[in-house]
Every structure is written in C-alpha cells, then in structure tokens.
C-alpha cells in the first residue's frame, strides 16, 4: 500500500517537472508579444484560474481567513509582496530568456536553485556547510566562471533565475499555506499592478491580446500553465521523500536544455559543455550528501525511537 502510495507520488512530481520542463514550447507560441504583457497576463490570469480552483476545492472560506490575517499583519503584508514581486521576476527573466532564444541559459539557472538557496542559507540563516556541500560550491563557481571567462560577460540570466527563486523561497517562509492558497495570494498582490499595466498597453492600443483568438486562449492559457505543475508538484510532496524530489528536480532542466538545443537549434558551444559538466558534478555531489545527511538523520532518530520504547 505504501509503495502504491510513493508510486503515485513519483507519477505527479514526473508530470509537474516534465511540464516545467516544456514550457518554453508554450511561450514561444505567443514570441509575437512583447515578455512584459506576457507576464502581466500570466500573473492575471493565473490569479483567475488559482481563485475558480480554490471554489472547486472548496478552500474559500481558508483563503480569506489568510487574506484578514495578512491584512492585521504588516510584516505578514510585506513577506507575501517580497515573494510576489521576486517569483514575478522570475517568471519574467525566465520569459525573456526564452524568447531571446537563451534557454541554455535558463536551464543553467535552473540547475543552479538548489546550490543558491543552500547559500542563501548559509548567509541569511547562518546555516553550516559540510565539506562535501563546499566542495560543490566550487565546483558550480568553476562552471559559471568557465561561461564569464568565455564570452567576457557574466551569466546574469543565469544567476538572476536563480537568485530571485532563492530569495522568493526566504521571503515566504512566513507565509504557513499550502500551495494552492500561497500562489493565489502571490498571484493576488501583484494582479492590480498587471491589471493596471494591461489596461495601459490596451489604451495605447500596443497591447496584442486582441490579435488573434488563438493568441487571446495561449495568453489566458498562461495562467494554468503556470498553476497545473505548481499543484502536481504539491501532491506529490505529500507522498514522496525529499531524497527523492532531490534526484526528479533535475528533470526540468534537463528537458529544457534539450528542447533548447533540439528544438531551437540553440548553439552548445565548448563553454557551455565544460560549464555543464561542472554544475552536474556539483549537483550530483550535493544530492548525494544531502541524501546521504538525511539517512543519517532518519537512522538517529529510528534509534532514538528504539531506546525510548525500551
């Protein structure tokens, strides 16, 4: 029954990442539009389906008793606008990369997140690294200084997709909701700064929404594109170990390197390869501590556990 219920969860976290995977397909449907409407629509959008979501899931009731507690609290406030704003960031260097047909780049990013937010641990938490993790560290600076080096220009996309993703993941350490209320109280904050931004470009009559109708469903379509992974995703937390969410988060990256590569041509050049090859040892050096770390961790406490019952 167990294995059953893990089994399921692997199914949902293959989805979530497979789909975070292809998304630059998605938004290379809508090139034609300029990144900063798409990410106005994305953020609107997805504010929309996330509130129709939490009607059919029946989370109403849950999601306005959050909204109250956040509007008594301040510092509440500006913890979930600090996340809002850097996961909108996010969104939209990810959008632009892609569009710019830099996907290599932001699948290097996205290989990176889980280095940075170990750093941003270390710096803000105070957090302590083991030596295997420092090693890793230097290998990962290697592989970005290898693509500095090369092009004589530092890999800002890169650094940038993951830095806002591991500040957003300290900014909303505050906010104790699930998935589904905590993206649409993101989605919420910035929605009126989009919305407001949509009717600009639609008085100015540069906003492209109304090109087509097929341009009009893939804008909209953003919103689920955005929310359909993030709840997978959700569902398979509760039934997967974290040592195994380590080793499936690579998926994503993966398959965005290759759609960049074999989809759009985009070119791996010598730097990149050497680069790559330095960040996927780091990574797999990092898992393999981390999971390593927490066997550890589930041993002393299974030990614990035995010398208490006896």
Do not use: C
Not at 99 to 124: D, N
Not at 236 to 255: F, H, N, R
Not at 266 to 279: C, D, K, M, Q, V
């Amino acid at each position: 029954m167990k294995l059953n219920y893990e089994k399921d969860g692997v199914m949902y976290a293959i989805l979530s990442y497979l789909m975070w995977g292809i998304t630059p397909i998605y938004w290379k449907l809508v090139q034609h539009v300029s990144s900063g409407e798409i990410l106005a629509q994305r953020v609107f959008w997805a504010f929309i389906f996330m509130l129709i979501l939490l009607f059919a899931m029946k989370k109403w009731h849950t999601y306005i008793i959050f909204v109250k507690e956040i509007m008594k609290k301040p510092a509440l406030f500006w913890s979930l606008f600090i996340a809002s704003v850097l996961i909108s960031a996010n969104w939209g260097i990810f959008m632009w990369a892609v569009m710019k047909g830099k996907i290599l780049e932001a699948s290097l990013g996205q290989y990176i997140i889980p280095l940075t937010s170990v750093l941003l641990g270390v710096i803000v938490l105070k957090e302590k690294l083991n030596r295997t993790q420092i090693l890793a560290f230097i290998l990962a600076g290697i592989g970005v200084l290898t693509l500095t080096i090369h092009y004589g220009v530092f890999p800002w996309i890169s650094l940038s997709l993951a830095l806002t993703f591991g500040l957003y993941s300290l900014a909303k350490r505050k906010i104790r909701a699930d998935s589904t209320i905590g993206l649409t109280l993101e989605t919420m904050v910035i929605s009126p700064i989009a919305l407001v931004y949509i009717l600009y470009l639609m008085f100015q009559s540069h906003s492209q929404f109304f090109d087509s109708f097929s341009t009009s469903l893939l804008l909209m379509g953003g919103g689920m594109v955005t929310a359909l992974p993030l709840l997978l995703f959700t569902k398979s937390a509760k039934k997967v170990s974290l040592s195994m969410l380590g080793i499936l988060q690579y998926i994503s990256p993966t398959l965005s390197l290759l759609v960049g590569v074999g989809l759009y041509h985009e070119s791996l050049t010598r730097a990149h390869f050497i680069a790559f090859i330095f960040i996927w040892l780091a990574l797999a050096i990092y898992t393999f501590s981390s999971i390593t770390k927490r066997g550890q961790e589930n041993k002393k406490q299974l030990e614990n556990k035995s010398k208490i019952e006896a």
